[in-house]
């Protein structure tokens, strides 16, 4: 096996490896760092983060630095504040025994000024957002016309955050002889042309096979209903009690919806986007490092820089648009020589997508059913038995137990067990005992009045609109979603009449869709809607009906009078309409 020694390692820098716990140097280490010790050339480095990447590009810089001269010799960019700070603070750390290395962060969102005092003192090192680096450069605060190295670290991710104009402004003020050192997860064309356009000849070293996720994740995926999203997630995290995990969502107002209602449900969750300020994100951070927070809902551009190692698991709780995005999201997980699982929620119409995601990774996904109810129950009852099991017992118990002993007195060995597991147990229980199980029935978003079951804990609502007011189930749904505020997914069994229609959300967006209707006109007519009376019909029954096309399912119709408000009245039939 090899050692960091044969790879040719300065003793400061062996110390630094041994006071740090690594063993043996990892896959991206053990290629890029002899390449890069032994000859000045461009390399192009195919690496997930969570590969020890960082060391691979950090021993061979700061062992080829000239340490005497407070010259900036090497640049590294990086895409976010957070991977910026945690480039830096590795360093640090690698550069411990080599006294008079200064590694200096150049970040957005930062005081400018402390930045440029840091770099006065002379920076060998200067690690940085591009954007910031950029507006440097233009105030004349740092100068990078002698570096001698530069990384482009998560490449990338650089690019999809569009920052390659300021990538190739930096570039044009470093001279042409440098090395540069390009680091990516994965390689889409734009890296491939931004290696072409600036690299000579670069040497290539691919961690795992092109494209890969990290091969110590596991992928699964877990067929459900469009408007069962929420409760699978609920589900997956019930499952398995430990979990310690990032779940990504689309849009930012996603990640903050999901945060609050799981909050709201009692898990420790947390949100993290952009929508939040840098203070609030740092919070969110900070006790997610600390495991303050299990479940932290993030989206993509926020949780770019999450430098945590143990994430046990990624939850796509919708998959992202582009298979690269997919690739950094479970990268997240299996980190560190680690190993970790990246679960997807799907609906059966995004199944292509999953193919798509096995031919990129060129791993294949296991299909996984939502544990049921029972399953969790169990899970959580052997969970809390070797959490009992293992728990350290506090002496200063010892004082209060004669107290104790009295108020259980009576209770034999097997009560007692059975009362003390019941404390917790009862509550997953009495959950899951009345709830349906997710992803056995193919429950369809269903949207065109299609059969189907209705989903345990959604609502039918009657509306005052239909076909005649220029509606169809689509543009209904449009008009509903835009005015609730509500994603599409959460309207669901939208069914237009003539001058009526249906559609269904879940019951906790009863409040909402009731006061947003109350007293609600378009062009001066009153829209109105109230819960459906009547239980909808499911199957043969829906379809009779629609042939039909005559009957309602409420008893009631609004109209207005001729003052403007509305009045009550009992339609006597059905028939009319
Ligand atoms: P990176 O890919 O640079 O983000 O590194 C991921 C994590 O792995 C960091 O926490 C490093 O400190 C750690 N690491 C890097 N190299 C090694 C190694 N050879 N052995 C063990 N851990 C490592």
Request: aromatic share 8%; with cysteine; net charge positive.
């Amino acid at each position: 096996m090899t050692t960091f020694e044969d790879l040719g390692l300065t003793m400061s820098l062996l110390s630094a490896i041994s006071d740090l716990g690594f063993e043996s140097p990892s896959e991206v280490q053990e290629k890029a760092i002899p390449i890069l010790l032994g000859e000045e050339t461009d390399l192009v480095a195919l690496a997930q983060t969570g590969t020890g990447k960082t060391a691979a590009f950090g021993f061979p810089l700061l062992q080829k630095i000239d340490i005497e001269s407070r010259t900036t010799q090497g640049l590294i960019l990086s895409p976010t504040r957070e991977l910026c700070l945690q480039i830096t603070s590795e360093m640090q750390l690698y550069s411990k025994y080599e006294k008079g290395v200064n590694t200096v962060a150049i970040y957005g969102g930062a005081s400018i000024t402390e930045q440029a005092k840091q770099i006065k003192k002379g920076a060998q090192l200067i690690v940085a957002t591009p954007g910031r680096m950029k507006d440097m450069i233009r105030r004349g605060i740092v100068d990078i016309s002698k570096i001698e190295y530069c990384v482009l670290d998560e490449a990338d991710e650089m690019l999809n955050m569009g920052f390659y104009e300021d990538i190739k402004d930096i570039l044009s003020n470093t001279p042409k002889d440098k090395s540069t050192w390009l680091f990516s997860a994965t390689m889409p064309k734009e890296v491939a042309q931004i290696a072409k356009k600036f690299m000579h000849h670069p040497k290539e070293i691919t961690v795992g096979a092109k494209n890969a996720g990290a091969v110590t994740v596991q992928h699964e995926y877990y067929i459900v209903g469009g408007r069962d999203r929420y409760a699978a997630l609920k589900r997956l995290a019930d499952a398995n009690p430990g979990i310690f995990s990032v779940v990504f969502c689309r849009t930012k107002r996603d990640t903050q919806r999901i945060a609050e209602k799981l909050i709201e449900d009692g898990y420790n969750a947390g949100a993290l986007h952009g929508d939040l300020s840098q203070n609030q994100r740092d919070l969110a951070m900070n006790a997610f490092r600390k495991k303050q927070i299990q479940l932290l809902v993030a989206t993509d551009v926020a949780a770019r820089g999450i430098d945590v190692d143990d994430i046990t698991h990624v939850i796509n709780y919708q998959l992202p648009d582009e298979i690269e995005t997919y690739t950094h999201r479970s990268g997240r997980t299996g980190r560190a020589g680690k190993s970790g699982i990246s679960m997807v929620i799907v609906t059966r119409s995004e199944l292509r997508k999953i193919r798509a995601i096995e031919k990129k990774i060129q791993q294949k996904f296991l299909e996984k059913k939502i544990p049921t109810g029972i399953e969790i129950c169990e899970i959580q009852l052997y969970h809390l038995a070797s959490k009992i099991r293992d728990t350290e017992v506090n002496s200063k118990i010892d004082d209060y137990l004669p107290a104790i002993y009295d108020v259980l007195e009576g209770l034999d060995r097997d009560a007692l067990i059975k009362k003390m597991v019941s404390v917790e147990f009862t509550r997953f229980y009495n959950y899951y005992s009345t709830s349906r199980d997710l992803g056995t029935e193919i429950t369809t978003s269903g949207d065109s009045g299609s059969s189907g079951n209705v989903s345990e804990g959604s609502v039918r609502y009657f509306i005052n609109i239909g076909e005649r007011d220029g509606y169809d189930w689509m543009s209904l749904k449009d008009f509903l979603r835009d005015t609730l505020g509500l994603e599409k997914e959460d309207i669901f069994r939208v069914d237009t009449k003539d001058s009526f229609s249906f559609f269904n959300t879940d019951a906790n967006f009863t409040p909402l869709v009731l006061e947003t209707f109350n007293d609600f006109k378009v062009d001066g007519r009153f829209v109105n809607v109230e819960i459906s009376k009547k239980p909808e019909r499911s199957g043969k029954g829906r379809r009779r009906e629609k042939k039909k096309g005559r009957r309602r399912e409420g008893n009631t119709n609004y109209s207005k009078t001729d003052s403007g408000s509305r009045k009550r009245k009992k339609r006597r039939n059905p028939g009319f309409f």
